[in-house]
Structures are given as C-alpha cells and as structure tokens.
C-alpha cells in the first residue's frame, strides 16, 4: 500500500485523511519584488587569499554564499499601505581561482548594492514585520585586475520581501512518514566482484 503520509503530488480528493487543524508559525511573505541584472560588470575586492597561492591568479567563478544582508534600513510611509524602503543589500561571495602552479584556492568578497523600492506593508501590529532580501549571484567570466581584486561579468537576482512572522491554522493530514532509506549499494564489493583482467 501506498505511502500517503509523504511528501508530494496528490492522488484523489484532497480532503481524503485530513485529520486534525493544526497551528504553525510561519515567515508570511507580505510583499516583495525581484531585481534581475544581467551581465553586469562589478570589482570584487578579495580577502582571505591563501599566503601559499602563487600570482599571477586566474579567474574561475564566483557565486554567492551564506546569508545576504539588508543594511541601513529606512522605512518611509507612503499611501494606501506602501512605504519606500531603502537600504543596502550586501551580497557575500565566493571566488574560486587557480595559482601560477594550477593549484585551486577561494577567497572572500562582497557586493554592496543601495536599493530603494516600494512595497506594501502591513498595518500597525504588536509584532513588528521585517525586510528580507535573497540573493543568486553567479559569474565565470572575469579577470585579476590585481592580485587582491577581481572584474567579473556577473547575473544577479534580488528579491526584497516584507516579512511577517504569523501563527496560522491550516488542515493537515497529521505528522509525515518517511519510509525506509533505499541503499545504493557496497562500492567496495561491486569494484572487487569485477574481473582482474578482461
């Protein structure tokens, strides 16, 4: 039979095995919007370069990673429930390189970006709603311009969320059951079952 106590697509009436209301906090998502900047030329200064690395350094990629942040916020209160919202995004990025011996290190930098949007906002509440931004950074084309600095050609994606943190009733079929991890199989065996000469 099969596991209906799972995660994904339903089959049947939706509302077969609903069996209790349940109350969860949740980050609801009040407002946002997307930023998308294609092919963007942007200086990264580096840090955090290995001592060992050897220049001249060649460019591999970098990518965003960890959290982004939103800093130096203000909230300004315009018509109809907008409010201009400003601030700077700060986006954290990794870059990967090669050395004048091919070896592979990374280095640590960061996109600071001012943006100034309109976004609707909740009214006043005792708990308090906060601004989120997401970011995907993604670049392989890009050159050393020093040995401590990068020009990349980058795509960036932003999205600006006005969050709320909501306690919400919603039905549900109970706590999910996860069945039996399938194991791929012992490497070591399937390498030493093979023939030592074909």
Known sequence: MANTLRAGAITGSPTAG?????CIEVKRVFDGC??????????????????QATPPFTFVEAVNYGATAFENVSVSSLENGKARISGDV???????????????YTA??????HRDVVLSVPAPTIAPY????????????????SNEAVSVSACLVLIIKVIVIADILV??????????????GDICNEFLSLPLFP
């Open 34 to 51: 997307k930023e998308v900047f294609n092919n963007q030329s942007y200086v990264l200064e580096l840090a955090g370069i290995p001592p």
């Open 90 to 104: 700060v986006v954290p990025i990794l870059v990967t390189f090669t050395d004048a011996n091919g070896n592979a």
């Open 130 to 145: 906060t601004i989120e931004v997401f970011s995907a950074f993604v670049s392989r084309i890009g050159s050393f311009i």
């Open 171 to 184: 039905p549900t079929y109970g706590n999910c059951v996860y069945p039996e991890c399938v194991d791929c």
């Open 108 to 113: 640590t930098s960061s996109l600071r970006l």
């Open 18 to 22: 609903l069996c209790e209301r349940m």
